[in-house]
Each structure stands twice: as C-alpha cells, then as structure tokens.
C-alpha cells in the first residue's frame, strides 16, 4: 500500500461513517507548500464509541494494526490512537477533536479538495496547520515545522489569512514564534 491510497481509504471510510474529519500535520502542509517524505498522516476525527466497530470492518485485522481498547481510551480521554499498516509501515495518527473555541474554529474552515483522483478529502485550512505547527514546534523546537511553515508561506502566500492567524497566535501564546517566521520570510 502507498501512502495515497492509504489517504483515500483514510477519507473514504470516514466519508461513508459520517466522521466529521480534518486532515492535518505533514500531508497537509506538503498539499500547501513543498513534498517532503512523511510515512504517516495525521487526522483529527470527531470519533464517537458508536463509530468502533465501523472502523474496525474497515480496517481489518488481517490488513492493519488497530487497538479497539486503545480506540475506546482515546475517546474517553480525548488523546489519540493509531492505525497501523504493517506490512508498508504506513500509519494513521487519529488524533480525537477537543471541544475548544480553535478546533471549533478549525472545523468551520475545513476545505475539501481531490488530492487523489477520484477521492475528495477533508483538509485542515493553510492557516489552522501553520498555528498548530507552530504550537508542535513551542513544545518541542524540531525545525521541521518551521521548514513547513515557510514552505507553505511561500508557495501558498496569496491564499493565507494571516490575521486569522496572528489572532491565534495571541489565544495561543504563539506570538513570538509568529513573528520571528514573518521576520525569516522578510529577511
């Protein structure tokens, strides 16, 4: 299995179960700025206990890796939990959506777009992975996001609201880090 036709299976289950899902992290920003290699993708899914065994047929235990416990305990606890497959070692980190004023937010301004033909996905908005990037990047400082974050400021400037995003950054105690990107892409 290839990382897309992961993504499809990804969206087109959560399509056909009625799973309010965004898709977000390193296959969100290389849709928005420049590819990189990633073997995962990062899905954030209003997943409820009576979505369990839905999931579970579609991905079957002789094709993936998922845990019904782990499932069940990211639920309860609002964490997340994985899906694996191992025989391509491509994973799917389904992180469980917080109620909060920014996921309410970032729900809002989900944009759908084809990246696969014939399948259509559930994206996070260029602005809302750049915040959560940026939030990724206070806790642990990998360049990464901000080798993401400017790769998408460049190639997807004209579609960014970066209002939006300094009106986050604020909520969010991520101003610092805002501007020090700006003055990177000034400089």
Do not use: C
Not at 72 to 91: C, E, M, T, V
Not at 131 to 152: F, L, N, P, Q, V
Not at 156 to 184: F, N, P, V
Request: hydrophobic residues 40%; charged residues 30%; negative net charge.
């Amino acid at each position: 299995m290839e990382l897309h036709e992961l993504l499809k299976h990804l969206a087109n289950t959560f399509d056909s179960l009625k799973i309010q899902y965004l898709i977000t992290g390193s296959i969100a920003s290389i849709f928005y700025g420049e590819p990189r290699f990633t073997n995962d993708i990062d899905v954030v899914a209003d997943i409820r206990e009576e979505h369990i065994s839905a999931l579970l047929k579609h991905f079957p235990e002789s094709e993936f890796y998922l845990s019904e416990d782990a499932t069940r305990d990211a639920i309860r606890h609002k964490n997340q939990f994985n899906i694996i497959h191992p025989s391509s070692g491509l994973k799917i980190d389904v992180i469980i959506r917080k109620d909060d004023d920014f996921n309410d937010s970032r729900f809002k301004r989900v944009k759908r777009f084809s990246p696969i033909e014939k399948t259509e996905a559930n994206f996070s908005s260029p602005e809302d992975v750049i915040i959560m990037k940026m939030k990724y990047y206070k806790e642990g400082e990998s360049e990464k996001h901000i080798r993401d974050i400017t790769s998408m400021m460049k190639i997807s400037s004209e579609m960014i609201d970066r209002d939006y995003i300094e009106y986050w950054a604020k909520r969010l105690a991520l101003l610092d880090i805002w501007k020090a990107i700006l003055a990177k892409l000034n400089g």
